[in-house]
C-alpha cells in the first residue's frame, strides 16, 4: 500500500463527522487539540496521550497522533507546567498534531471501545443503556454459561485476570458491559436487565451494590478494555486514506 497524505483539517472534519462528536456532553474537547503539521501521512494511535506515548510517536515519525484520553480535561489545573509543560512542548516542537477522542469513541457502533471489546469476548449488543446510550446490554456465546465462564474468556482475550465479585458459577444471563471507568453504570446495567456487568474499573461501593444485587460484576481493567477502539480506528483511517498507521501500547496495570 503507497503512503499518501491528507489535509490536517479534512482529517479532523472527517473525524468529527465519523464520531458524530456534536453529539456528546464530554469532559475534553472532542477533535484536534494540538495543531502540528499541515499534512498527515503517518499516524500513531495509542490509549493515552502519556509523555511516553509521545517521545514513541516521534521516534517512529508521526505527522499525528490519535488518542482516548488526550489533554484539557475540565477542572483540571489550566497551568503548562511540569508533565503538561512536557508533553506539549513536544508536540509543539516536533510539529506534531494531537487529535483525541473520548465519549465518542467509546460509543460507536463498530470503531467504538464497547464494540471492539465486545467483538474480542463474543458479545452480541441487543440494547443500550445508561446515560448518552454508553452502555451495551447483550448476551455472550453460547458456549458461556457461568460467570466463571465469561472470567475466563476475558482473561484470555485481554491478557489479565479480572476481579469479580459473585458467584462464579453463577448462570450467565444477560450482560452488561461499558469500558474503562463506568462502574457507576452498574446500577442502571442491573436495571436494564443485566445479571453480570463489566468494565475497567471498581469502586469501594461497587462491592456492596454486587453482592446486594446478585448480579456479578467484572473489573477488567481500565487500559485494557480501552485499547481496541482507538486501533480499530487507526487501521480504518489506513484503509480508508491510505495513510500510514502504527498503535502503539504503553502498559498500564490500572
Known amino acids: 500500500m503507497s ?7 479534512d482529517l479532523a472534519n472527517f473525524l468529527a463527522t465519523e464520531l458524530d462528536i456534536n453529539r456528546f456532553r464530554d469532559y475534553c474537547p ?7 503539521r499541515e499534512r498527515v501521512g503517518r499516524v500513531v494511535t495509542g490509549v493515552t496521550a502519556s509523555l511516553a506515548l509521545l517521545e514513541a510517536a516521534r521516534e517512529a515519525g508521526a505527522d ?10 475540565r477542572g483540571e489545573d489550566a497551568r503548562v507546567i511540569g508533565p503538561k509543560h512536557r508533553r506539549l512542548k513536544l508536540l509543539l516542537s516536533s510539529d506534531i ?10 460509543a460507536h457502533p463498530e470503531l467504538g471501545n464497547n464494540a471492539q ?5 463474543g458479545l452480541v449488543a441487543e440494547s443500550r443503556f445508561a446515560e448518552q446510550d454508553l452502555g451495551w446490554l447483550g448476551r455472550a456465546d453460547a458456549s458461556v454459561h457461568t460467570v466463571g465462564d465469561l472470567a475466563a ?12 465479585i459473585g458467584d462464579r458459577e453463577q448462570p450467565l444471563g444477560r450482560v452488561g458491559w461499558c469500558t474503562g471507568a463506568a462502574q457507576n453504570a452498574f446500577g442502571e446495567a442491573i436495571a436494564a436487565g443485566a445479571s453480570v456487568y463489566l468494565s475497567g474499573e471498581i469502586s469501594e461501593q461497587t462491592v456492596h451494590l454486587a453482592h446486594e ?12 478494555t480501552e485499547r481496541y477502539g482507538v486501533q480499530a480506528l487507526g487501521e480504518y483511517l489506513a484503509e480508508k486514506f491510505k495513510l500510514r498507521h502504527q498503535f502503539i501500547d504503553i502498559p498500564n496495570p490500572v
Open 3 to 9: 503512503e499518501k497524505t491528507l489535509l490536517r483539517d
Open 30 to 36: 472532542n477533535g484536534l487539540q494540538v495543531q502540528g
Open 64 to 73: 499525528a497522533v490519535v488518542v482516548h484520553h488526550g489533554f484539557f480535561w
Open 97 to 106: 498534531n494531537l487529535f483525541a477522542y473520548h465519549l465518542p469513541l467509546d
Open 117 to 121: 471489546l465486545a467483538k474480542r469476548l
Open 153 to 164: 474468556v476475558i482473561e484470555r482475550a485481554l491478557g489479565r485476570t479480572p476481579l469479580l
Open 213 to 224: 444485587s446478585g448480579a456479578a460484576y467484572l473489573a477488567c481493567g481500565h487500559h485494557a
